[in-house]
C-alpha cells in the first residue's frame, strides 16, 4: 500500500489549531436538549447489523475496486461507540466507508441539506455540512458526541 | 499528438468522463424512486498515487452509449476482478469548475482532468482528475477533499448515471 495514513492524519499534529477553531464554532452552536436515553434499541440495532455488513464488505484493501484501504476493526468498534451515543431523538445516519479506511456517517434531507461526517479510528470526525459549506474537524474522546455535531444532527431531526 | 488509444492528449472541455463504481455503498438511490440513482461523493474522494492526490476515470470519446460505457466498466473489472455496479458521468468542464476552496469560500485550485495512458496501450482510455492539492499549512486535507467530492456528486446527478445492465444471454446462430 503506497499510504497507509488516513487523509487527516497529519491533524493531530496541529491540535491547538483545532483546539481554537472548535471553541469558535462551540460559541455558535449550543446544544439545547437533555441527552435522552434510548429504550427502543430496534433502530440502533439495526444501524449496528448495518455496520457489521460493512465491515465484512470492506475489511481487504482495494474493496472499492480501486485502491481504497480496509475498514479496520478500530474504525468499526469506534462506529458502534458513535452510534449509541446518538441521542434517542436525533435521526440514524446512513453509514458510507471511504477509501482511507474511514465511516462517513450521513444525513440529507429533501431540501438537499448534507451532512457528512467522517469518522476515523482515533476519534477524528472530519465534518461537511452543505450546502453552506461549513466544515471543521473535531477530536472525540469523550462518551459524548460533541455539542457543535449534535446541534447540526439536529437540523435534520 | 494520438495517445496509444488514438485519443487526442489534451481531454476537451466538452468530453465526458465515466467514474465506474465497483461497490454498491457509493451508489445513491431515491427514497421515492429507486430506479433513480447516483454515484455517491465518496466516489470522487481521490487517493495518493504516490505522487499525487487523483482519482481514474475513462474517457468516453470513443463510446458511442451507455451500452459501451457499461461494457468498458465491466471490462475494466474483469481484468482485476471486480464486480462493475455502474458509472457516474462528468463533462470534463464540470470537473474544471470544481475547485478546493478554503474556508472563507476563495478557489485555492481547480480541479482537472488529464489523459494517463501508459506508453505500452495497456490502460487505454485512462485519465486521472487531478488537482486535489495544495493546501494550507496544518489543514485538515479530507475537509478539502469532502467538499470537492460532494460538488462533483452535484456535477455527476446533473448527467445520467449508467447502472450496469444485466449480462446478455449468448444467442449463437
Same mark, same amino acid.
Given at each position: 500500500?503506497?499510504?497507509?495514513?488516513?487523509?487527516? +492524519? +497529519?491533524?493531530?499534529?496541529?491540535?491547538? @489549531?483545532?483546539?481554537?477553531?472548535?471553541?469558535?464554532?462551540?460559541?455558535?452552536?449550543?446544544?439545547? @436538549?437533555?441527552?435522552?436515553?434510548?429504550?427502543?434499541?430496534?433502530?440502533?440495532?439495526?444501524?449496528?447489523?448495518? =455496520?457489521?455488513?460493512?465491515?465484512?464488505?470492506? +475489511?481487504?484493501?482495494?474493496? +472499492?475496486? @480501486?485502491?481504497?484501504?480496509?475498514?479496520?476493526?478500530?474504525?468499526?468498534?469506534?462506529?458502534?461507540?458513535?452510534?449509541?451515543? =446518538?441521542?434517542?431523538?436525533?435521526?440514524?445516519?446512513?453509514?458510507?466507508?471511504?477509501?482511507?479506511?474511514?465511516?462517513?456517517?450521513?444525513?440529507?434531507?429533501?431540501?438537499?441539506?448534507?451532512?457528512?461526517?467522517?469518522?476515523?479510528?482515533?476519534?477524528?470526525?472530519?465534518?461537511?455540512?452543505?450546502?453552506?459549506?461549513?466544515?471543521?474537524?473535531?477530536?472525540?474522546?469523550?462518551?459524548?458526541?460533541?455539542?457543535?455535531?449534535?446541534?447540526?444532527?439536529?437540523?435534520?431531526? | 499528438?494520438?495517445?496509444?488509444?488514438?485519443?487526442?492528449?489534451?481531454?476537451?472541455?466538452?468530453?465526458?468522463?465515466?467514474?465506474?463504481?465497483?461497490?454498491?455503498?457509493?451508489?445513491?438511490?431515491?427514497?421515492?424512486?429507486?430506479?433513480?440513482?447516483?454515484?455517491?461523493?465518496?466516489?470522487?474522494?481521490?487517493?495518493?498515487?504516490? &505522487?499525487?492526490?487523483?482519482?481514474?476515470?475513462?474517457?468516453?470519446? &470513443?463510446?458511442?452509449?451507455?451500452?459501451?460505457?457499461?461494457?468498458?466498466?465491466?471490462?475494466?473489472?474483469?481484468?482485476?476482478?471486480?464486480?462493475?455496479?455502474?458509472?457516474?458521468?462528468?463533462?470534463?468542464?464540470?470537473?474544471?469548475?470544481?475547485?478546493?476552496?478554503?474556508?472563507?469560500?476563495?478557489?485555492?485550485?481547480?480541479?482537472?482532468?488529464?489523459?494517463?495512458?501508459?506508453?505500452?496501450?495497456?490502460?487505454?482510455?485512462?485519465?486521472?482528475?487531478?488537482?486535489?492539492?495544495?493546501?494550507?499549512?496544518?489543514?485538515?486535507?479530507?475537509?478539502?477533499?469532502?467538499?470537492?467530492?460532494?460538488?462533483?456528486?452535484? &456535477?455527476?446527478?446533473?448527467?445520467?448515471?449508467?447502472?450496469?445492465?444485466?449480462?446478455?444471454?449468448?444467442?449463437?446462430?
Amino acid at each position: 500500500m503506497l499510504f497507509s495514513r488516513s487523509i487527516s +492524519d +497529519d491533524l493531530l499534529e496541529n491540535r491547538e @489549531h483545532l483546539q481554537q477553531r472548535n471553541e469558535q464554532l462551540a460559541g455558535t452552536f449550543r446544544f439545547s @436538549h437533555l441527552v435522552t436515553i434510548r429504550t427502543d434499541r430496534t433502530v440502533l440495532n439495526e444501524a449496528i447489523d448495518e =455496520l457489521g455488513n460493512i465491515r465484512d464488505e470492506c +475489511d481487504q484493501p482495494g474493496w +472499492d475496486g @480501486h485502491e481504497a484501504l480496509p475498514v479496520s476493526y478500530a474504525t468499526y468498534r469506534k462506529a458502534i461507540d458513535f452510534l449509541e451515543a =446518538l441521542p434517542a431523538e436525533l435521526p440514524m445516519p446512513e453509514i458510507v466507508p471511504e477509501n482511507d479506511g474511514e465511516l462517513a456517517f450521513e444525513w440529507r434531507d429533501e431540501r438537499g441539506q448534507v451532512l457528512s461526517v467522517s469518522l476515523a479510528s482515533n476519534g477524528r470526525l472530519t465534518v461537511l455540512y452543505m450546502p453552506d459549506r461549513m466544515r471543521t474537524t473535531l477530536l472525540w474522546s469523550k462518551p459524548e458526541l460533541p455539542n457543535t455535531l449534535l446541534k447540526l444532527i439536529e437540523l435534520f431531526a | 499528438m494520438p495517445l496509444p488509444s488514438g485519443l487526442p492528449d489534451q481531454v476537451g472541455d466538452e468530453e465526458s468522463v465515466a467514474r465506474h463504481v465497483f461497490t454498491d455503498r457509493h451508489i445513491g438511490s431515491d427514497a421515492k424512486d429507486r430506479s433513480k440513482k447516483w454515484a455517491k461523493a465518496q466516489a470522487f474522494l481521490p487517493q495518493f498515487d504516490g &505522487h499525487n492526490w487523483v482519482f481514474s476515470v475513462s474517457r468516453t470519446l &470513443h463510446l458511442k452509449d451507455a451500452e459501451a460505457i457499461q461494457r468498458n466498466g465491466r471490462a475494466i473489472g474483469q481484468l482485476s476482478g471486480r464486480s462493475y455496479k455502474g458509472s457516474a458521468l462528468l463533462v470534463a468542464k464540470q470537473v474544471r469548475s470544481t475547485a478546493m476552496k478554503s474556508g472563507e469560500g476563495g478557489e485555492l485550485q481547480n480541479l482537472d482532468v488529464l489523459a494517463h495512458e501508459a506508453a505500452d496501450g495497456s490502460t487505454p482510455y485512462h485519465a486521472h482528475v487531478t488537482g486535489f492539492l495544495p493546501l494550507p499549512e496544518g489543514a485538515n486535507m479530507k475537509e478539502y477533499f469532502k467538499e470537492a467530492s460532494m460538488d462533483l456528486e452535484r &456535477h455527476a446527478k446533473e448527467q445520467a448515471f449508467v447502472v450496469q445492465a444485466p449480462p446478455q444471454e449468448e444467442t449463437g446462430t
